[in-house]
């Protein structure tokens, strides 16, 4: 098994499930036919950029905010990540918040960093809200279309 490809299954991995251990994770990639060891695991973890998130109920688990390069392959990451992440979208003037359960606005605010939405300027993440930056005239379309996205409309 390449290092490529054990890195390739658990970024799959973490996409699918709730890890909240590494030893979890070992555990996983046993199942799944990849012998590795924590050391290797959490070496792995590091090279992807993976992060710990609170999930609703509290539970800490590992997430990789974005790694796709294709523009269709960031719109389904940007799908997938605000429809999980996002509980609530406002709009104010230019600027539209982002409410996120605690410790996971960060999460939202990478997605669309990597992501190519029409509209924002820039975005500031803090524990559980995202400010996204927008011209006035782009802030209605925006905002409908993350609402959309995050499957609140």
Not at 22 to 48: H, M, P, W, Y
């Amino acid at each position: 098994m390449t290092k490529n490809r054990r890195q390739f299954q658990i970024a799959k991995l973490l996409e699918t499930e709730f890890v909240s251990s590494q030893v979890q994770l070992v555990n996983l990639l046993s199942k799944a036919g990849i012998e590795a060891t924590q050391a290797t695991v959490s070496r792995d973890l590091e090279d992807l950029g993976a992060i710990k998130v609170k999930v609703p109920g509290g539970e800490l688990v590992y997430a990789i905010p974005s790694n796709q390069k294709d523009v269709a392959s960031e719109n389904d990451h940007l799908r997938r990540v605000l429809s999980e992440w996002v509980i609530d979208v406002v709009i104010s003037s230019n600027i539209v918040l982002i409410k996120t359960p605690p410790g996971s606005a960060h999460v939202v605010a990478s997605a669309m960093d990597r992501t190519t939405v029409d509209g924002v300027l820039g975005t500031v993440a803090g524990d559980d809200t995202v400010l996204v930056v927008t011209t006035v005239e782009e802030a209605r379309s925006l905002y409908a279309r993350l609402s959309e996205l995050s499957g609140l409309e």
